[in-house]
């Protein structure tokens, strides 16, 4: 039940584009983030849904440098920048005090709180913490001392206890000067996630870059060769003609514009000035590429590829339809041993994204409602979520339809999440058609097993 819902939250918020913006931020520039939030379900409706949403501009986050997990679910506080029109920030907050403030972050766009026409507002995010007792009674029940009512903590004895910190988070808007609001965040996590890409500890400080930087100078080294090329090529003379003297006579014009007209037909005249017989006119074809123009170019290129670790020369690609399924794979496990970090980097981000959605269910649904969650197989179906049922699910009987409907409550258990990068439920079918049909073509359509498989399929 919990991953169809985590499926629909993702399908609903179309979150494979804040995974995407994310991803490429990393591969590009070292790290990027997407972020989760609450919002009412509708305009008439007053429960609440998750939804993730992307951030594209990853410099308008400021995370507490601290934090030494590449997702930042470790980190204590968290800003988030971004600028309003003044229109609407009146609308919104009318009483409020549009003083701007000198000081811009280095990555927004305009450093400055306010303009002409917009002003900067900025999420504060901050986990505080409070201590808190959990005890053990002697008649074996256990739990938080503040949660427990007073008549039984006064008959039975408390036989074991610990103190704990217990997080807490609050969200705060605000302009230059002013908190405009402040609620308390359910969760134990700050709702934002970060994936990065290679990442360096030096002298404590953390260091991330993406694919690009390693490959600046080899780039700047293919970029160099190339220009050569275009000048070699630029300044190399038209092919000339070698005629024998007056052999162009009358036709002057034809030849003048064989260089830059195609010329079906060219005239001359079989003899020189002195009438003798003359070999027909010939081009003098100009000086190739030199050869250190070459092998810089395709040394460049190996370069890129080594510090990428992305394969792009055309001949692979030409050949590829030639190659085996093996030495296809075999291709593609040597391009993923330069970018695997990023994927597993991903992974990571998205198994705290589970992390958070688990967190949050149980506190954000939760009045009994009618909703879909999606199967893996990309089917839709509907269950009742009912935080008051007294068992982790059950059935019951839709009084309009008659159909069997599951029960779910998402506030009994405590549960984990795994992430499996790899092929959609879709993808997996057509693979395991094609595996079938090379199957019966090695059978032959005469094979008694053909027609077994045909039943199955």
């Known amino acids: 039940m919990f991953a169809g819902m985590i499926r629909e939250i993702e399908r609903k918020s179309v979150a494979d584009i804040a995974y995407d913006t994310a991803f490429a931020q990393a591969a590009r520039s070292g790290w990027g983030w997407w972020r989760i939030v609450t919002e009412y379900e509708k305009p008439n409706s007053l429960d609440q849904v998750l939804t993730i949403r992307r951030i594209r501009n990853q410099f308008t986050v400021y ?89 039984t903590l006064d008959r039975f004895e408390v036989i074991g206890e610990r103190e704990a910190d217990c997080a807490k988070i609050h969200w705060y808007k605000l302009t230059a000067v002013e908190v405009l609001d402040d609620v308390d965040v359910p969760g134990k996590w700050i709702p934002l996630v970060r994936t990065v890409g290679d990442e360096v500890d030096i002298e404590g400080r953390p260091w991330w870059w993406g694919i690009v930087r390693q490959a600046k100078d080899a780039q700047r080294m293919y970029n160099y060769w190339n220009t050569s090329y275009t000048e070699s090529v630029a300044l190399a003379p038209k092919a000339p003609w070698v005629i024998a003297e007056g052999q162009d006579e009358g036709y002057e014009q ?70 085996s399924g093996r030495a296809l794979r075999e291709l593609r496990r040597c391009g993923d041993l330069g970018s695997f970090h990023l994927v597993d980097n991903l992974a990571r981000a998205m198994r705290h994204t589970g992390e958070i959605l688990v967190d949050l269910i149980p506190k954000v649904y939760s009045r009994k409602r009618v909703i879909t969650i999606l199967r893996e197989n990309d089917e839709e179906e509907r269950v009742t979520l009912d935080p008051n049922l007294g068992k982790p699910s059950g059935q019951q009987q839709d009084p309009q339809t008659g159909k069997v409907m599951k ?37 032959g359509p005469g094979n008694p097993a053909v027609t077994a498989v045909m039943d199955l399929v």
Request: hydrophobic fraction near 30%; glycine fraction near 8%; proline fraction near 7%.
């Open 254 to 323: 034809e030849y003048k514009n064989s260089s830059r007209l195609p010329m079906a037909v060219i005239h001359y005249k079989p003899v020189d000035l002195n009438g003798q017989l003359a070999p027909p006119p010939s081009r003098i074809q100009p000086v190739g590429m030199p050869q250190g123009i070459q092998q810089g170019l395709q040394n460049a290129g190996q370069d890129l590829m080594s510090t990428t670790g992305v394969r792009f020369d055309g001949s692979i690609k030409e050949k590829v339809y030639d190659d």
């Open 407 to 443: 029960l779910f409550n998402p506030t009994y258990g405590e549960y984990g999440v795994t992430v499996t990068i790899g092929p959609s439920y879709a993808t997996k079918r057509i693979e395991a058609a094609e595996s079938m049909m090379d199957f019966i073509r090695a059978l």
């Open 63 to 151: 995370g507490d440098p601290s934090s030494l997990e590449p997702d930042a679910s470790d980190m204590k506080w968290c800003f988030v920048s971004e600028m309003m029109s003044r229109d609407e920030f009146k609308q919104d907050h009318p009483d409020a005090d549009a003083m701007p403030w000198p000081t811009g972050g280095v990555g927004d766009s305009m450093k400055s709180w306010i303009t002409k026409d917009e002003i900067r507002i900025a999420e504060y995010y901050e986990i505080e913490y409070e201590k808190r007792t959990y005890v053990l009674l002697e008649n074996g029940a256990e739990g938080w001392e503040d949660e427990i009512d007073k008549e």
